[in-house]
Structure formats: structure tokens, C-alpha cells
């Protein structure tokens, strides 16, 4: 029975979805675009943060912060 | 006995006088450095290099000048009375503990608030506060620890200009609007018409054009503004017909979506954009640690020290505010800014920025002193004969040479082809339009447009950016750095080859020594290279390595007169060294660097110092003799003519005794006669001939140092391969022309589909991709393959 049941709801969603697809499809492209944009937007962004000028220094530097806290537990 | 080295810097510890604890240093300036480091817990600086540091210069009263509020003000980026923020530049930057060490620099002193190190550009950016420490302060403490900062005056115009970021917006905005336009150009393509589609297609239509908007208003920019500004120097350079092409495009696509005509052909639009600026992007190659543009505000100090007569104070002016009469104070290691008269203290003048002649000059009282040269033995005082722009080498730069604007003038391959391919679209759009006028005239607009847009020559205008952009980048593995890859084509037209001599063709790197005179026994070479051995003089150094090792023997009543001579004793032999009138002989030579010998009493010689020539002179000049004229132009007297003539092939031809300002006016003259001609030099007096000539190249034995503006850098130690890149600068013309066939023959097919009428957006967006990418792949193809074949 609910086996029944279930069966014609989703065919329900199913016709529903058909004849109203259109929404589905305004709302879908709608939304990858704005994350689209949103992403393009941040990249900008840190273009102009200027984290690309250097690409070498932080490599090293996030490697220290370790020693220096060893060395003030020393102390 | 085991050769200990430095803990600080890495040299050999010559006596155990510097120790602490188990570690021992070459001087005291390392030891200082260390127990500075050790009291402020830094000790972690010697963790992650093996002696990592460098030997701290002496620098009392050197900084002097940043006490003055105006000198300092104009160093700083940020002030507001407060906290001020200041970047340096610090040369001795080279390994991960340097960056640790300078990061750390709040712990040395409380004032400083922050320091943050860019590795590549060798910069150093402190933020501190002016409560706590002066900024001379800072620039003391850093060079206490041995990163003396390079501060020149050209730093005082510094900050204005950052680096332009447009490029990377606009192909960022190109590239997002291509792969979203082609998403939504799909549908159209796969399904001619059908419910679904037709619901939809509006919807897209409208998207892909407002994708399309920003590319071709923000993104195009740059070609509009150069297409604008060559009609108006009534040039057709290549991006006329680029813009033709894109205006075309954007217009006739718009027009179908608004009317219903079809889907447009916006996804080759963005796609031909974004192509475009991809072959922008690969032609760009900076170098960040590489300067171009260097004169001489670069290598002059922002400030000297005057000596007031009437009280008899020092005070720090700027340069630019030395006056004729004024005195000044030069100290140890300092340039010379200005012409000037010597007036006391030992002048020994090292010239090699100016002239690559690396053996300093030794001055007397009343000698006439040029600018640009450093004083190498204590301090001295001189009178000011010509304020800075008019001396001997600056005023130089008031030449014409360094105003013309190149940007103008230069033709460039793709610039020639392309205002007869202009004229040709146009007047085969003329045609097919006449031609469909009588057969069928709604096919006129359809038919003009399709010329305009499928003869866009995106192939054209990508085959040189990819080929000249990949032979920049392996030039540059290879320490031929250029300045920008245009400069490839203006190599391949040269005729004329001019070599400076000293610093150029000689290196200044080893000097050749010579003794001239009666033979010396090996003991008395031994009793000379232990007399000298504690000297400190430059060309005492430089003998000291030359002369054979010896065993050391004590000397005995030793005597050293600063910049004229030591004398000492040994085994009872006395020994005399130093200039001519220090051991009373007479000179027989002038311009000539010597060092006289005399042994109990008696002249024995001199020792002359000379610069080498470079490794592979002869092959480099008997290459290069069968294709091009060479020309040697040199500051020097003749004294080396003969040698040379004797070395270098026949027909080179050599011109001496020339002043900066002569090089400048030679290169022009040659130019005059219709000469192409490529400058080689080094030194500040040739900054002149290099920016006259059509392409300067200069030599530099440490590219981080010191180059003048020029189009190219070699590096000194690859002097022997310059006709293979001569060579390969050639043929990848060559290969730049063969593409052109390439993409002609890709716009012939595309022009027959147009013609016809059967210009369909899906041909449209295949064929132009096609080209691009196959005339690009040819392209980095074949000079991969030649730049492989001559390693």
C-alpha cells in the first residue's frame, strides 16, 4: 500500500517537475552564476591583495613560527 | 692543521683570536653579529643554514644623513607621526635564515613593530615606531647584524610605481566569459530547433551577451586604445584589423539576438579575447631581481656630507643640493658624487661602475676626481667643481638618447604584415559585397561581416607573442635576460656589433699581473707576499693571491702609509712596496696600475695589474667576423692595440680614447649611414651608446648588482655564447614568418566559408580556436626544437 502510495507521488513530483521545469532551470543557471561571479569576484580580489607578488617568501616563512615558540618555552 | 671557518659567515678563521666557547669566527664583526643574535634568543639564525651570515661592514657616521628630517621623509612610505612604515632593498639577502632573521627583527629592538621580507625582490619592508627608534636607528641595527640596506638616490622616488595588475583582470574576466558563453552556446549547436529549445534560447541568448559586454569594454580595451593611437600616426598596425574584427563581431551578434536572427557568434568573441591576452601573458617575462631602467640615480647616495668651512662642522646635504666650492667629506666606501678636486687624504678610486676597470686608481692632492667613483682606503676631502647633473658622466643623461620614446618608430614584423592584410580583407569584403549586392542583397551584411570576422587575424597577431615569449623564457634559463621580446626582432636585423673593452671583452672578475723587471728569486716573491700579507689594500690583496705560497716568517719593523706603500724586514732583507714616489723612482708610464719593488734600496721592478680578457674572445669574435662588422670602442688609450689586433680577426675595427658622450654621438653616426647597430657594454659610460644604439646588451659579472639601462643583461660567465643566441634569435624569426603561412592559409579556408555565405557560428567557432591553438603549437614546437639543437 504505502509502496502504491509512493509511487503516484513521485510520478506527481515527477509530472509537476515536466510542466514546471522552466523554474528549475531559471534557478539552477541563476544560482551557478552568481557562484560563478562570486568566484571570480574573490579571485580579483586576491589579485589585488597582492598575494601573488611574492610567491616565494611565504613558503619559507610559514615553516618558522615553530622555532620560535621552542625557543621562548627554552627561555 | 685542520682549517677551521667561520660559525657566522663561512670563511677560513685565519687565528684563534675570535672564539666563543666551541666556536670560532673570522673577525670581530662576525663575533658580534653572533653574540647579538644570542643575546636577543635569534640563535636559531645558525639552525637552519650553515653559516649563513655575512661579515657586517663598518659603518660609523655612514648613516648620518637619515638624521636629516627631509632625506629621511622622502625614504619613508607611511608616516603619521606615530608608526612610519620603510622598505628596503638589502642585497646580502640569500637563504631561508636571513628571512627568519630579518622577519624577527622586533626582537632585536622593542621599536620595531613588524618587518616582513619578499625574498625575490630582495626587499625588506619595516614598520616601526618613531617614539622608540629613529630611522637611522633601524638602518644601523639591521647592518649591525650584516644586511646593510642599499639606499640610492633614486629611492627617493620610489612607491609611485607599482606593479600593473590590468592584464591579469582583464584575462581573468575574458577567460570566465569564454567558458560560461561557451556552456551556453552548446545547446544551439546540437539542436536546430524544438520545444525545449525554443523556450529557452532567449534566456541564453541574453546571458551570453552580457558575458560578451565586459570582454569587449574591458578586457578589448587596450587593443581600441592601440588601434586608435596607430591610425592616428597613421600606422595600420595589427590591432586595427583585431579590432575590426571584435567591433564586427560584438555589433552583428547583437543584432542577431536582438532581432531573432540566430544565437551570434559570441563564444569566438570571448574565446578570440581571451586568446589574444593569453599571448600577452606568455610574451610578459619579468625578471623581479633584474632592473632595466637603471641610471645613475640608482648607484648615487642620497646624500653626502659637506664640511662647513667657516665653523667646521659636518652636516648632510642632499646631492642634489651640492654646490660648486662646496667640500666635501667622503668616507671609506663611499661613492663620489660629483666631479670635484682632491684635497686631502689618500684617493684610491674605484672606477669599475663607471668604466668596468676594476684595479682602483690611486689620486694625489690636486688630482681631478670624477663622480661615480668609490673610494676604497679612509677618508678623504674634496672641493666641488660642477654640481651633480653637470658632471662628467651624468650630464650624459640629458642626452636625447633616454627621451625618445621607442615605442614609435619600431617596426615590427607582425606591424608590417599587417597593413596589407588590412587593406586586403577590406577590399575582398568590397567585393564579396558587390558581389552578393547583384545576386542576392539580403546576403550583403551577412557576407561583408563574415569576411571582416573570420579574417580577424588572431592566428597572426599569437604566433609571434608564443614564439618570441618561449625563446625569452629559455634565453633566461640560460642568463641572457632581455627586456622584452620585442627586443628578439630588433636583434635579428643588426649589422653592426660594438664591444666596449674594459669590463666587456676583459673580465674584471681575475686580473692578470705582470712583473716587469729583473727577475725575482722565489725567496724574495716568498719576503714580498709576507710583507703584504697584512695588508689590507686592494691591490696588496690581489698580489698577495697571485704571488706562490710561502711559509710565514715573521716581519720586523713593518710600516704601512696608507695609499702609498708599505715596507717591513725579513731575514734581514728590507723590503719597500708601493707607488713610485714612495720608493723614489721615476714613473715611466702613466695610466698604468703598478706596484714598485724595492729590495734593500735597490729598484728591482714593478708588478702591473691588468685586466684578463674574457675565455673564448677569439672564437666569439672569429664567429661573428663572417656575419657582422665589429667594432671596438673603447675609453682607454691605445696601449692595447696591438695585442688585440693581433688576437681578434681581421677587419675589426678599433676606436680609442672616446668619451661617454663619443660613444653615444659614434653609435649614432653609424646609425646615420643606415647601420643596425648592437651595443655590448658594462659601465656607466655606456649607458649613453647603449641607449642610442638598436639593441644595448650589457655584460654583468652579478646580475643582482649592477647593470645600466639597457634592452638586455648577459651574464659575464656566458660572454662565449653569444653568437648562438644571436643565432637563435634568427631563426626563430624564421619560424615566425613560416607560421604566418600557417595562418594565412587557415584565413583563406575561413575566407571561402565567408564569401560564400556559408559562415555558420559553429564553423566560426571551430575554425578560430583551430588556428590559434594549431599556429601556437607550431610555433613552441619549433623553437623548443631549436633552442634544444643549440645548447
Not at chain 1, 580579483?44 to 615558540?69: A, C, H
Not at chain 2, 698577495?544 to 731575514?571: D, H, M, T, W
Request: aromatic share 12%.
Amino acid at each position: 500500500m504505502i509502496n502504491v502510495m509512493f509511487c503516484f507521488c513521485s510520478n506527481l513530483v515527477h509530472l509537476w517537475l515536466i510542466n514546471h521545469r522552466m523554474i528549475v532551470i531559471y534557478l539552477m543557471i541563476g544560482v551557478s552564476i552568481v557562484i560563478a561571479v562570486l568566484f571570480l569576484i574573490l579571485f580579483l580580489k586576491s589579485v589585488k591583495s597582492g598575494q601573488y607578488e611574492d610567491m616565494y617568501t611565504p613558503s619559507v616563512r610559514m615553516l618558522f613560527d615553530d622555532e620560535l615558540i621552542e625557543e621562548n618555552k627554552e627561555n | 692543521m685542520s682549517k677551521e671557518t667561520c660559525y657566522h659567515c663561512g670563511l677560513d678563521c685565519l687565528d684563534k683570536q675570535y672564539q666563543i666557547e666551541d666556536k670560532c669566527f673570522c673577525c670581530n664583526g662576525c663575533k658580534t653579529v653572533y653574540e647579538i643574535l644570542n643575546q636577543n634568543e635569534l640563535g636559531c639564525y645558525y639552525d637552519f643554514e650553515q653559516s649563513p651570515g655575512s661579515i657586517p661592514k663598518e659603518i660609523k657616521g655612514k648613516f648620518n644623513y637619515l638624521n636629516n628630517l627631509d632625506i629621511a621623509e622622502k625614504l619613508l612610505e607611511f608616516n603619521d607621526k606615530e608608526t612610519s612604515v620603510v622598505s628596503f632593498y638589502v642585497p646580502n639577502m640569500h637563504c631561508s635564515s636571513c628571512i627568519w632573521v630579518l622577519e624577527n627583527l622586533s626582537k632585536l629592538h622593542s621599536g620595531i613593530v613588524a618587518s616582513s621580507v619578499n625574498f625575490p625582490k630582495k626587499e625588506i619592508r619595516i614598520t616601526f615606531k618613531n617614539e622608540k627608534i629613529a630611522l637611522k636607528s633601524v638602518v644601523e641595527l639591521i647592518t649591525s647584524i650584516g644586511y646593510e640596506p642599499y639606499i640610492s638616490l633614486e629611492d627617493t622616488e620610489r612607491g609611485k610605481h607599482k606593479s600593473n595588475k590590468t592584464l591579469i583582470y582583464q584575462i581573468a574576466i575574458a577567460g570566465f566569459a569564454f567558458g560560461n558563453v561557451m556552456l551556453l552556446s552548446f545547446p544551439e549547436y546540437f539542436q536546430d530547433d524544438g520545444f525545449w529549445l525554443d523556450k529557452y534560447k532567449h534566456l541564453f541568448r541574453f546571458l551570453m551577451f552580457a558575458f560578451s559586454v565586459p570582454v569587449v569594454v574591458y578586457s578589448a580595451k587596450d587593443y581600441f586604445i592601440s588601434a586608435y593611437k596607430g591610425l592616428k600616426h597613421k600606422i595600420l598596425n595589427i590591432d586595427v584589423p583585431i579590432v575590426l574584427g571584435i567591433s564586427v563581431l560584438f555589433i552583428r551578434s547583437s543584432i542577431e539576438i536582438f532581432f531573432d536572427l540566430g544565437q551570434g557568434f559570441f563564444d569566438s568573441l570571448t574565446g578570440l579575447v581571451f586568446f589574444l591576452l593569453l599571448g600577452r601573458v606568455f610574451q610578459q617575462r619579468t625578471y623581479s631581481y633584474l632592473s632595466f631602467e637603471r641610471d645613475y640615480k640608482s648607484y648615487f647616495p642620497i646624500a653626502v656630507t659637506k664640511i662647513n668651512r667657516e665653523e667646521g662642522k659636518e652636516e648632510n646635504i642632499e646631492v642634489f643640493k651640492v654646490k660648486k666650492g662646496d667640500r666635501l667629506l667622503i668616507r671609506n666606501e663611499e661613492l663620489i658624487p660629483v666631479d670635484g678636486i682632491l684635497i686631502n687624504g689618500n684617493a684610491n678610486i674605484d672606477y669599475s661602475f663607471v668604466t668596468g676597470e676594476s684595479v682602483p686608481v690611486l689620486k694625489k692632492s690636486g688630482d681631478k676626481l670624477f663622480a661615480g667613483g668609490k673610494q676604497l682606503s679612509g677618508a678623504i676631502e674634496m672641493d666641488v667643481l660642477q654640481s651633480v647633473q653637470q658632471s662628467y658622466l651624468t650630464q650624459l643623461w640629458s642626452n636625447d638618447a633616454f627621451s625618445k620614446d621607442s615605442n614609435f618608430g619600431i617596426k615590427n614584423l607582425v606591424d608590417t604584415l599587417s597593413k596589407y592584410f588590412t587593406y586586403i580583407i577590406l577590399v575582398i569584403a568590397l567585393f564579396a559585397g558587390l558581389f552578393w549586392f547583384f545576386r542576392d542583397e539580403n546576403l550583403v551584411f551577412h557576407v561583408v561581416s563574415s569576411v571582416l570576422i573570420i579574417a580577424c587575424p588572431c592566428a597572426l597577431a599569437l604566433s609571434a607573442p608564443f614564439a618570441l615569449g618561449n625563446v625569452l623564457r629559455v634565453f633566461g634559463k640560460r642568463k641572457f635576460y632581455l627586456k622584452n621580446a620585442e627586443g628578439i626582432e630588433q636583434v635579428a636585423r643588426i649589422d653592426t656589433i660594438i664591444f666596449d673593452k674594459t669590463g666587456t671583452i676583459t673580465t674584471n672578475k681575475d686580473t692578470s699581473i705582470n712583473f716587469i723587471g729583473g727577475e725575482l728569486t722565489l725567496e724574495e716573491q716568498q719576503g714580498v707576499r709576507n710583507l703584504i700579507r697584512s695588508s689590507n689594500h686592494p691591490l696588496n690583496r690581489m698580489l698577495y693571491a697571485f704571488l706562490p705560497n710561502s711559509k710565514e716568517v715573521p716581519v720586523i719593523n713593518f710600516r704601512e702609509i696608507l695609499g702609498k706603500g708599505i715596507q717591513g724586514e725579513l731575514n734581514k732583507i728590507n723590503y719597500v712596496l708601493g707607488s713610485a714616489s714612495f720608493i723614489n723612482t721615476s714613473t715611466s708610464t702613466i695610466n698604468e696600475t703598478a706596484i714598485y719593488v724595492s729590495i734593500n734600496g735597490v729598484v728591482r721592478g714593478r708588478y702591473i695589474f691588468k685586466n684578463s680578457y674574457r675565455k673564448g674572445l677569439d672564437t666569439v669574435f672569429k664567429t661573428l667576423s663572417s656575419r657582422y662588422n665589429l667594432i671596438i670602442l673603447s675609453g682607454d688609450n691605445e696601449g692595447e692595440k696591438e695585442y688585440l689586433e693581433k688576437v681578434l680577426p681581421k677587419g675589426t675595427v678599433f676606436v680609442f680614447n672616446q668619451k661617454p658622450e663619443n660613444k653615444l654621438e659614434f653609435i649614432k653616426q653609424k646609425q646615420a649611414k643606415g647601420n643596425c647597430v648592437l651595443m655590448i657594454g658594462d659601465g656607466l659610460n655606456d649607458a649613453g651608446a647603449l641607449a642610442q644604439s638598436n639593441f644595448g646588451i650589457a655584460i654583468s659579472e652579478n646580475t643582482n648588482v649592477f647593470s645600466p639601462a639597457c634592452d638586455a643583461i648577459l651574464d659575464a660567465t656566458q660572454f662565449d655564447k653569444l653568437p648562438n643566441f644571436l643565432k637563435l634569435t634568427e631563426q626563430t624569426i624564421t619560424i615566425i614568418k613560416a607560421s604566418f603561412v600557417l595562418s594565412f592559409l587557415y584565413n583563406i579556408i575561413g575566407i571561402y566559408f565567408a564569401v560564400t555565405g556559408q559562415l555558420s557560428p559553429i564553423i566560426a567557432a571551430i575554425l578560430m580556436p583551430l588556428s590559434s591553438i594549431s599556429v601556437v603549437v607550431f610555433v613552441t614546437l619549433l623553437t623548443n626544437f631549436i633552442t634544444n639543437k643549440r645548447k
